[in-house]
């Protein structure tokens, strides 16, 4: 079986993350920003595996959040190992659409 790469198994994982902060803690107005990631990748995850995240989470002073997790593939195994989040909340501003820009780059 092909092999997802573990950097898209950390996206998924913070992923699920931010939305959980999100829907759960905090105001819709609330904008996270990810300031620090932190953890060790210790089993392959198949491509098309369902993950589960498992996290921890406690509301830092002056708007800023910490996160610990871990991540089980649908087997049980151990794929990502003593994960950090650290990131800061904000109001949203009133011209925030927010929707991502993309721009080509050029040569």
């Known amino acids: 079986k092909p092999v997802l790469h573990g950097l898209c198994t950390l996206g998924y994982a913070l992923r699920a993350i931010l939305l959980h902060w999100q829907q759960h803690h ?6 996270v920003q990810v300031k620090f990631v932190s953890t060790k990748f210790s089993f392959p995850v198949a491509v098309g595996s369902a993950i589960q995240v498992c996290l921890w989470t406690q509301e830092a002073s002056l708007g800023m ?26 109001k949203k501003e009133s011209s925030d659409s927010g929707h991502f820009v993309l721009r080509r780059m050029s040569k």
């Open 26 to 31: 905090h105001d819709v107005d609330d904008t």
């Open 65 to 90: 959040l910490h996160c610990s997790f871990k991540v089980y593939d649908q087997s049980d195994n151990l794929v990502l190992d003593d994960g950090f989040v650290q990131a800061s909340l904000s």
